[in-house]
């Protein structure tokens, strides 16, 4: 069965910190990774990943993606309060489906 | 550019009414579709994805369906609701793959 399992579940950190999500995956026929933000409604796009190894930066956000170990790993540097958050990771596999993990809930403290 | 329209943004059903949730794309054409529900606390689930008019893929066995009688509507359907399909129900949509999924502004279904 296709998974996908975020870690940790909740983080709270003050602001200034740097924190480091993690998301590994078990599907068949992986297509990309993608990382969303979200805050109250919609999920918002972050990042896409598809290649090992590609570090992929936004700003104070980066991600990277490990196919061999099936990981990635997304970063946020000099944390703000603006950064709290539900960070989704989901992928993307073959026959078009898009398989979401319960994502983790960061919380900033100011 | 791409954009989903979802409604109604909320809704409060009775146990044992029917649904129709409603997603309609525009700015696009031939998307894939999904619709994913988030219960409290929780991550999304897929429930179905359609590449295309007519063909509906099921990914959780349940008391919901889904249609796609046109290129841009996805419906989300249920003859008989229950309680545990309370949830965030959420719209999306895939063209250009590169640019991620575009997601609408979801539904917050309560079944009282």
């Known amino acids: 069965e296709d998974k996908v399992v975020q870690s940790p579940l909740s983080l709270v950190v003050h602001e200034g910190d740097t924190v480091t999500l993690n998301c590994s995956y078990e599907v068949t026929n992986f297509r990309s990774l993608l990382w969303y933000k979200q805050e109250k409604k919609a999920p918002t796009f972050l990042f896409m990943l598809t290649s090992s190894g590609i570090e992929k930066k936004s700003g104070r956000l980066s991600s990277i993606l490990d196919k061999k170990e099936l990981f990635s790993i997304l970063n946020i540097t000099a944390t703000q309060t603006g950064d709290s958050a539900v960070y989704l990771c989901a992928v993307e596999a073959l026959g078009d489906k898009i398989i979401f993990g319960k994502g983790t809930r960061l919380h900033i403290l100011p | 550019s791409q954009t989903i329209h979802q409604w109604p943004a909320t809704l409060v059903q009775p146990v044992g009414s029917p649904l129709s949730l409603e997603c309609t794309v525009e700015g696009t054409s031939n998307p894939n579709l999904y619709w994913y529900r988030q219960a409290a606390g929780r991550g999304l689930q897929l429930l179905f994805y359609?590449?295309?008019?007519?063909?509906i893929s099921s990914e959780v066995p349940q008391n919901l369906s889904a249609s796609r009688p046109q290129d841009r509507q996805f419906i989300l359907s249920s003859k008989k609701l229950l309680l545990s399909d309370s949830g965030f129900y959420l719209c999306?949509?895939?063209?250009?793959?590169?640019?991620?999924?575009?997601f609408g502004s979801g539904t917050r279904l309560t079944v009282v």
């Open positions: 359609s590449v295309g008019i007519g063909q």
């Open positions: 999306a949509s895939a063209f250009r793959r590169r640019y991620g999924y575009t």
